[in-house]
């Protein structure tokens, strides 16, 4: 069975900080990795992450494909209180399919 | 969101009834996907669709079925609600299948009572 996990699940700063969200997976045949970010509705496609292509940067987010270690961080610099979201993490597999993680809830204080 | 629509937006049933969910896309992607979100487990898959009349399990298929009759319509059913299904109904809808990003209608949260 595959298996997402994300951590932390739920993660408060304040305006100005760094943060690191960890994605850590077990699945077979592994396609791809992609973040997305979810505020009050649905969730909006952040990066995409495969094998030919383990790093993406987009303003003060960046994400990284560790393929050795199974596992992927998204960074977010300077936080913002817009920020604030559940982040979710999902592999894609052969079959069409993206299994998800439980999500990292961020809050962003002013 | 993207050419996807979902209806309807909120609903209440009863317990024992059935209920159908409605997915339409407008970007003739040939994917197709029903997720649930609830608390404690993120997303999960119920079924997915990779064209007309094609259609698979997921992870939580049990006491759902669905049918994708056109390109643009993909159709959850609930035969007989139980309170367990309430939670928040996601449509995903991806050109290119294989891992490849989805894009996410806004969603369907159904209260079984």
Same mark, same amino acid.
């Given at each position: 069975?595959?298996? %997402?996990?994300? +951590? ?10 760094? %943060? ?21 509705? =649905? ?14 940067? !987009? ?8 393929? $050795?270690?199974? !596992?992927?961080?998204?960074?977010? /610099? ?5 920020? +604030?979201?559940?982040?979710?993490? =999902? ?20 | @969101? ?8 909120? $609903?209440? /049933? ?39 009349? @094609?259609? @698979? ?7 759902? +079925? %669905? ?5 643009? @319509? ?40």
């Amino acid at each position: 069975e595959d298996k %997402v996990v994300q +951590s932390p699940l739920s993660l408060v700063v304040h305006e100005g900080d760094t %943060v690191t969200l960890n994605c850590s997976y077990e699945v077979t045949n592994f396609r791809s990795l992609l973040w997305y970010k979810q505020e009050k509705k =649905a969730p909006t496609f952040l990066f995409m992450l495969t094998s030919s292509g383990i790093e993406k940067k !987009s303003g003060r987010l960046s994400s990284i494909l560790d393929k $050795k270690e199974l !596992s992927s961080i998204l960074n977010i /610099t300077a936080t913002q209180t817009g920020d +604030s979201a559940i982040y979710l993490c =999902a592999v894609g597999t052969s079959g069409s399919r993206l299994t998800f993680g439980e999500g990292t809830q961020l809050t962003v204080n002013p | @969101d993207a050419g996807i629509t979902q209806s309807p937006r909120h $609903k209440v /049933t009863e317990t024992g009834t059935p209920v159908t969910l409605r997915c339409h896309q407008t970007e003739n992607h040939r994917y197709m996907y029903w997720y649930r979100q609830d608390p404690g487990h993120g997303l999960r898959l119920i079924h997915y669709s990779y064209g007309v009349k @094609d259609t @698979d399990k997921g992870e939580v298929s049990d006491g759902y +079925s %669905v049918s994708r009759s056109k390109t643009e @319509d993909f159709l959850l059913t609930l035969e007989s609600a139980t309170s367990s299904q309430t939670s928040v109904y996601f449509c995903a809808i991806s050109g290119l299948g294989e891992g490849y990003g989805y894009t996410f209608g806004s969603g369907t949260r159904l209260t079984v009572v």
